[in-house]
């Protein structure tokens, strides 16, 4: 199977590798794949022996240690005062309120157009980044978030070929998110999200932090958006059985988060010789649990490749990982994806996949559609 062939459809060689050698040593990553989901859960539940605190994490190198970065105790004094400003009720209500209105102006924008639109960019997108500046509240639009968050994934992306350098973009644009983050410490006293931080946190080490957050509250909730909608409209069934009864949108979009992990998979580093399944995995190795493939495991979810908005377990997938490193954001963005679907079925009601631009979801890391062309009766 080519590379292009993998990144248009992974699943059937990760079902392979899950059913023959769930742990396998692949030369093209230098490091091993885990494939069933009872051994990827333990890899993301023991940072002791697998840690994602190593000189080659990427993020690291482009943005310095974050919450992503860091393991034990260092970990949960970068991480736990974003955790507690996020579970403050009126936290929650205000994002979830001004989540549920900037996605039913962005689909009343789209529904004025003529019978057509694409959503990545129309809605999945521009929602995304609205919310996260929102959430942080930045002294900054959307489109300059989003410049600064595309320079800082490049840079990271870059990384990932040996002996690379940081790009100079990327040092520019993380220079000027860090001038950002600096200026609103400096201006704000309540505790807002970013200045919750600033009792147990230098002002570099919540720069670092909010460029994470950024990076995972726009890419994989962009992804997440995409990839339910896009799941929602090849099912026309489901697509009305949702409009009928709004509470089945939730389970529907736990259901293709299951199917297409807008991050497909994760990497940790073995700190000691240790077995994983069969294999005997040498300490400092790459380890990458693959979400997508855990995903789909058999063992845990009845007759896994199909898209079922009454599955009773949906929410038992690793989409947001598990352990200490479960993603801090995962409430935020259910709450994202809701809405758009929300906003779509308000709006929108009849719409369709354009089927002369084929959407379905690409990639190997990051899985969601490059575009997604939709049409509608006017």
């Known amino acids: 199977m080519t590379i292009a062939q993998l990144t248009a459809d992974p699943h059937q060689a990760l079902r392979r590798l899950r059913e023959a050698e769930p742990v396998s040593w692949l030369p093209a990553i230098g490091g091993w794949l885990v494939t069933r989901a009872d051994l990827a859960d333990r890899v993301l539940r023991e940072p002791g022996a697998f840690t994602v605190d190593d000189p080659r994490f990427t993020t690291a190198r482009v943005v310095g240690p974050s919450m992503l970065s860091l393991d034990g105790s260092e970990h949960r004094r970068h991480r736990d005062p974003f955790a507690r400003a996020l579970r403050v009720p009126q936290t929650q209500t205000r994002l979830a309120d001004a989540t549920a209105s900037e996605a039913a102006r962005l689909v009343a924008e789209l529904a004025a157009s003529p019978g057509e639109a694409e959503l990545r960019r129309g809605l999945a997108g521009p929602l995304a980044v609205a919310v996260m500046a929102d959430m942080l509240e930045l002294d900054a639009g959307p489109a300059q978030l989003l410049s600064w968050y595309d320079a800082i994934v490049a840079g990271v992306s870059a990384l990932s070929v040996p002996d690379a350098t940081v790009p100079d973009p990327a040092g520019t644009a993380f220079a000027e998110l860090s001038a950002c983050v600096e200026a609103a410490l400096a201006d704000r006293a309540e505790p807002a999200v970013l200045t919750a931080?600033?009792?147990?946190?230098?002002?570099?080490?919540?720069?670092?932090?909010?460029?994470?957050?950024?990076?995972?509250?726009?890419?994989?909730?962009?992804?997440?958006?995409?990839?339910?909608?896009?799941?929602?409209?090849?099912?026309?069934?489901?697509?009305?059985?949702?409009?009928?009864?709004?509470?089945?949108?939730?389970?529907?979009?736990?259901?293709?988060?299951?199917?297409?992990?807008?991050?497909?998979?994760?990497?940790?580093?073995?700190?000691?010789?240790?077995?994983?399944?069969?294999?005997?995995?040498?300490?400092?190795?790459?380890?990458?649990?693959?979400?997508?493939?855990?995903?789909?495991?058999?063992?845990?979810?009845?007759?896994?490749?199909?898209?079922?908005?009454?599955?009773?377990?949906?929410?038992?997938?690793?989409?947001?990982?598990?352990?200490?490193?479960?993603?801090?954001?995962?409430?935020?963005?259910?709450?994202?994806?809701?809405?758009?679907?929300?906003a779509l079925l308000d709006r929108l009601p009849d719409l369709r996949l354009d089927p002369g631009r084929p959407s379905a979801p690409q990639g190997l890391v990051f899985r969601k559609p490059t575009s997604l062309h939709v049409r509608w009766p006017t």
């Not at 949108?249 to 994760?266: D, K, S, T, Y």
């Not at 259910?334 to 679907?341: G, L, S, Y």
């Open 197 to 342: 931080a600033s009792g147990s946190l230098s002002s570099p080490e919540i720069v670092s932090n909010a460029a994470v957050m950024l990076f995972g509250g726009i890419e994989t909730t962009e992804g997440m958006i995409c990839n339910a909608v896009w799941y929602l409209l090849g099912d026309q069934a489901g697509w009305h059985e949702v409009m009928a009864d709004r509470h089945l949108i939730g389970n529907a979009v736990e259901e293709a988060l299951r199917l297409e992990p807008a991050a497909a998979v994760v990497d940790r580093y073995a700190t000691a010789d240790v077995s994983l399944g069969t294999a005997a995995i040498r300490s400092g190795d790459l380890v990458r649990v693959s979400i997508a493939a855990a995903n789909r495991d058999p063992v845990v979810f009845t007759d896994p490749d199909r898209f079922d908005i009454h599955r009773g377990n949906a929410r038992q997938h690793w989409a947001f990982a598990v352990g200490p490193h479960f993603c801090l954001g995962a409430q935020l963005a259910r709450t994202e994806a809701v809405a758009a679907v929300s």
